[in-house]
């Protein structure tokens, strides 16, 4: 049996929810996928477990610094980090480990939260998002978070949400988007010449990037184009054989990190069935297909946490 590790998937620990929920009634109203039952009925979303691919999971995008005080939203982020180590530790089977959230408007006790993190046996990184409190996430008021994490060797997921200035945000274009132009601006801040062996995991392949690579490649200046390549990015784009060519052409197949957004994607129980698929019809070899399934998870994200279990 193969194992397999998916390096993006989520989850609303109970909780935490219910915490948010009374600071905020009308989140599932704002934020309908929340509502998703497998994001918090974890024996619900053990019924649909094929029993051959372990989890990293991260929670949804409620993120505390967005409605109640510097404060209070760190300790919110370490309750929830507490509880979602607790979920991984009682889950070990299904989910390899977690993924911390950090309060972006207490810029020092996020610090120390990444600290917390990095000796933590069951969590594995931060999620950061590309926007925070109106900036994006590459404003230097962020840059510590980057700094502690390249030092902690901390790798960091990165995951879209809107831009609150537009008014025609939507699921389906707006959050690539928004992805594809948080990279462009970590890479114009210079964040992999100061921090080269900083690792940033992209949702959804990368986005834009592998279709608009010439652009790229013309536009920018050589060492930018470059640092484009340091991304690592996951393979979340549900399904399309022919754009995960294009995207594991432009970073790598070692860059490259099987990721579905379980259970989010396709109702009801997610995209990993068509994304494995993907996969399988892709033209590489076992190998590279394994790198893509399990190797680069383990040697990237999973290398000082014990490996997959």
Known sequence: MTKKIDVFAHVLTPNFYRQMLEIEPKL??????????????????????????????SFVNINPEDYVSPEMAAVLCRQANAELSQVVADNSDIFAAGVAMIPMNHVEEAVKILQETAVNPHLAGVQL????????????????????????DLPIWLHPIFDERKPDNNIIFSWEYELTQAMLQLVQTGIFQEFPDLKIIVHHAGAMVPFFSERIRYILPEDQEKDFHKFYVDTAILGNPKALELTIEYFGVDRVL???DLPLGIQ??????????????????????????????QKIILKTKGGIR
């Open 28 to 57: 599932p109203e704002r934020f309908p996928f929340i509502q998703h039952p497998q994001l918090t009925d974890i024996e619900l979303r053990r019924s649909f477990w094929d029993k051959e691919t372990q989890q990293i999971i």
């Open 129 to 152: 998002f590309t926007r925070a409190l109106g900036l994006s996430i590459a404003d230097p008021e962020f840059h510590l978070i980057f700094e502690a994490c390249s030092r902690l």
């Open 258 to 260: 099987f990721g579905t």
């Open 268 to 297: 009801p129980v997610g995209a990993t069935q068509v994304i494995l698929q993907a996969i399988e019809d892709l033209p590489l070899s076992s190998a590279n297909k394994e790198q893509i399934l399990a190797a680069n998870a």
